[in-house]
């Protein structure tokens, strides 16, 4: 099974050459058949010729490269579009990700399941240098997610996590054009029913450039994804409930 990397990168030039490394690296070691889909996402400093550059040593690295209007979510789904693997994980560029755990899911993948879910507040996981801020809004984010869904699993709003190619293809259009993708996409496989399983993570608080995350400014569309997504639950669940009642 190929695997297909996607890290979208905006401005990133302080780390996207050691988190490609490091993932091709990871990778190369546990003999997995790779590619990594660096998306340069109009990006002002190095980071395009970074990425470049790294591809011309390596073929398994493609770089993608986005104009205006930039975005978490855009970036993401041209990355997507120009994947040829069998499943596809998705890596941010700022090293926060621990490039073994990219194995450790991909081998909880071919176990059988559809998507495995990264997790940082489970048993297992460490996490270092998470604003407190931040972390207090992520985990009253992820509870209200868990109740409107019904949900074990704790951090979907985490980017980090790998889907089936089919998952991914049944799940489209994609709507989301900035950092709620990572709601969007995993909260559209489970309620299209799609298998799950959930692992603890690691995670670090980058080390260089500036976050690209604004909770003020994407709360709203936060929110929106997760409605609209509950609405199509909804919906899914009424087309089951009348295709039980006309067969009786």
């Known amino acids: 099974m190929k695997l297909s990397v996607v890290i ?3 401005n990133e030039q302080g780390c996207i050459r050691q988190a490609i490394e ?27 010729d970074i990425i470049e550059g790294l591809a011309g040593v390596n073929p398994r690295i493609k ?5 205006q209007p930039s975005g978490f979510g855009r970036a993401l789904r041209e990355g997507l579009s120009h994947t040829t693997g069998d499943a596809v994980a998705v890596v941010m560029g700022d090293q926060s990700d621990d490039p073994k755990d990219i194995v450790r899911c991909f081998r909880k993948l071919e176990e059988g ?3 495995v879910f990264g997790s940082r ?25 868990q109740a409107l869904f019904l949900l074990k699993e704790n951090d979907i709003t985490n980017a980090f996590k790998l889907y089936r190619a089919d998952v991914v293809n049944a799940i489209q259009p994609l709507q989301a054009q900035h950092f709620n993708i990572t709601v969007e996409m995993p909260l559209k496989a489970i309620v299209r029913g799609f298998s799950f399983a ?12 500036l976050s690209k995350l604004s909770i003020r400014a994407l709360s709203r569309k936060y929110l929106f994804t997760v409605l609209y997504v509950w609405l ?13 009642a006309l067969k009786r």
């Open 113 to 115: 399941y559809d998507c």
């Open 121 to 145: 507040f489970v048993k297992g996981s460490v996490v270092k240098d998470y604003p407190l801020l931040k972390l207090m809004i992520n985990r009253l984010a992820n509870t209200f997610v």
């Open 232 to 244: 199509e639950k909804l919906l899914i669940q009424d087309e089951l409930h009348r295709g039980r």
């Open 8 to 10: 979208p990168a905006h």
């Open 63 to 67: 770089p993608v490269n986005r104009q």
């Open 198 to 209: 959930q692992i603890p993570i690691n995670w670090y608080g980058r080390k260089s450039g």
């Open 22 to 48: 490091d993932v091709a690296s990871e990778l190369s070691r546990a003999g997995i058949d790779y590619e990594i889909v660096c998306v340069n996402d109009n990006s002002t400093d190095g980071t395009r």
